[in-house]
């Protein structure tokens, strides 16, 4: 069984920071990406950054330049530095792997329970 357990959300003032983590524990023989979405109640859920395991980063339009996401592949945990925050940014956010549990299994995607991020204005 697998589990992403995020944390680091809160309530922060407009062009302030906050750091997200998420850790993935469990039975893990190798994670292929590991990214963030977010969501707002009543809307689809959109991608917000996502890494490979070499290294390979994609953001959405409107974090470019502003949030930046990381990995430690030793600890099986990504991270998403969050900078410049805008009100627009409240949502929650998720954490998603896509791993194999197994040598042998097919990569399957794994979502955390999600963490509140709250800007105020």
């Known amino acids: 069984q697998v589990q992403l357990v995020e944390s680091g959300g809160g309530l922060v003032q407009a062009g302030g920071s906050l750091r997200l983590s998420c850790a993935a524990s469990?039975?893990?023989?190798?994670?292929?990406?590991m990214g963030w979405y977010r969501q707002t109640p009543g809307k689809q859920r959109e991608l917000v950054a996502t890494?490979?395991?070499?290294?390979?980063?994609n953001y959405a339009d409107s974090v470019k330049g502003r949030f930046t996401i990381s990995r430690d592949n030793a600890k099986n945990t990504v991270y998403l530095q969050m900078n410049s925050l805008k009100s627009e940014d409240t949502e929650v956010y998720y954490c998603?792997?896509?791993?194999?549990?197994?040598?042998?299994?097919?990569?399957?995607?794994?979502w955390g329970q999600g963490t509140q991020v709250t800007v105020s204005s």
């Open positions: 998603n792997a896509i791993l194999k549990p197994r040598s042998f299994s097919r990569p399957v995607e794994y």
């Open positions: 890494i490979t395991g070499g290294g390979i980063t």
């Open positions: 469990g039975s893990i023989f190798s994670i292929n990406a």
